[in-house]
T-cell receptor, first 116, second 113 residues
């Protein structure tokens, strides 16, 4: 099925370890986003990309890096994991221009990360 | 900047009851407004949308009207079912250029049989 696929679905890290979360979309969307979801905080934007080879910071970028080397993939990296990065991470994609008004975002099913 | 405010706290109600979740926004220009739903263990799904003032979005028995004069987009459903138990997020589009969405904090809805 077309959509946004996130891997892995679950992960436990030790403090100081690094990892990369992968997001892949097959809808040829230009824009991709990484959010984190924490209880009582809603969704907060970490980083986003408006096209292949571009990235930009969102609300809470510290401790994360991203890359968009291919249009269909958006990678989120944790350089040195901290317990404060325990969260559920969601990737989303959207087309540009008017379609955002019609279709909003397409979300992945999330990655649950625990840092101990 | 643009922001969305949702009513505090979870909502618990009985099956067939009337549901209202309040959403107000602050924005420059003319944003588009959305409601997303998140079922347990899943990602967010678009529930309904409205792109200009006085538009009414509707889907699965849910409705919301874009009220520019009160800067609101309240979600309503006349008769909820247990299957409507989920977290509901209000969001607005910040416009062209990056298509960023600003989300409210979400409301947990629990429907009791």
């Amino acid at each position: 099925n077309a959509g946004v696929t996130q891997t892995p679905k679950f992960r436990v890290l030790k403090t100081g370890q690094s990892m990369t979360l992968l997001c892949a979309q097959d809808m040829n969307h230009e824009y991709m986003y990484w959010y984190r979801q924490d209880p009582g905080m809603g969704l907060r934007l970490i980083h986003y990309s408006v096209g292949e080879g571009t990235t930009a910071k969102g609300e809470v970028p510290d401790g994360y890096n991203v890359s968009r080397l291919k249009k269909q993939n958006f990678l989120l990296g944790l350089e040195s994991a901290a317990p404060s990065q325990t969260s559920v991470y969601f990737c989303a994609s959207s087309d540009d221009g008017d379609p955002i008004k019609l279709y909003g975002y397409t979300f992945g099913s999330g990655t649950r990360l625990t840092v101990v | 900047g643009n922001s969305v405010t949702q009513m505090e706290g979870p909502v618990t109600l009985s099956e067939e009851a009337f549901l209202t979740i309040n959403c107000t926004y602050t924005a420059t220009g003319y944003p588009s407004l959305f409601w997303y739903v998140q079922y347990p263990g899943e990602g967010l799904q678009l529930l309904l949308k409205a792109t200009k003032a006085d538009d009414k979005g509707s889907n699965k028995g849910f409705e919301a009207t874009y009220r520019k004069e009160t800067t609101s987009f309240h979600l309503e459903k006349g008769s909820v079912q247990v299957s409507d138990s989920a977290v509901y997020f209000c969001a607005l589009s910040e416009g062209y250029g990056n298509n960023r969405l600003a989300f409210g904090k979400g409301n947990q809805v629990v429907v009791i049989p």
